[in-house]
Structures are given as C-alpha cells and as structure tokens.
C-alpha cells in the first residue's frame, strides 16, 4: 500500500459514548468481559466476518482471546488498525465490538466490522448507524466500507 492508513498528525478518538453503550480502545483489560461476549455469540459471528471465517472456534480459550486482544492493542499503538471494545454505560458488560481496518481493495480508504452479542442484538443497527456517522465525521477515510452489511459477501470477493 503505497498511502498511509491514518495521516501521522490525525489524533486517534480513544473512545466514544452514547447514551446505550460507550466504546474503549479494545485491550487485554477487558479479555474475561470480551470472552464471555464472544463464545455468548460463537454461531453468529463466524458469519460476521465472511462465511469462510472459523472464528470464533468452539474451544478458543480465555488465554486465546486476551492473545488475540494483545495483538489488537499493538495494532491500535502502530495506527496499523483500529479496535474497540463496546461496552454497556457501566463498563461491565461487554456488548460487541468494532474493528476499522485497512483496505485491501484499491476502490476503499478501510473496512469497518462491527458486532453485538447475541442477548443486546437489538443494538445492532443503532451500533451500525452510529458508528457510519462516526467513520464520516471524525476519521480522514475519504471511502469506508462495512463489509457484509453494505455489500453482500458473494459480491464483496469478487471487488479487486
């Protein structure tokens, strides 16, 4: 990729809040609240990510998920990808995540991925409408994607 993914002065939003939820910069702080949510929501969600996806696996452990959380984190310090956790307003409970990522087709600045877990399913498209206003209004993507949701799967692999 010949463009940077984020602009090296752009300050990266740290977290966000509504009035249902707030978002955190996703971290192996939240790895037990993250896990449960997760394996909670396993059947759905390896369709989230495309149909070939086996994540999660039925016996991904708890040391598995805060791997995966770290390697996220490092992410997120590099301005590699962007990783959120969504939490309920008490921090307790995580309730999804959001996941802004770099493009690997030419016509996209990045790839937006967002989830819920099963039992606050109906925050789902409160989740998507807030976090398209979110991707427009305060990151410099000049064209983002939210693969699977704009686009089906079967046509999003054919996009070069």
Known sequence: MNKEFIPKDFIIPLQLKTDHYRLEVLSPKVGKRDYEAVMSSRIRLRNV??????????????????????????????????????????GKKCLGCVYIEPSNKSVYDCEVYLWVRDSHINLDSDLLTTIKSWIKNSWPFEKEIFPGRDIPWDKWNEIK
């Open 49 to 90: 990510f495309g149909s070939s996806t086996e994540w999660p696996r039925d016996n991904l452990s708890l040391e598995d998920n805060i791997n995966d959380l770290t390697r996220h984190q490092k992410e997120f310090e590099n301005r590699e990808a962007f990783a959120y956790t969504v939490l309920d307003l008490s």
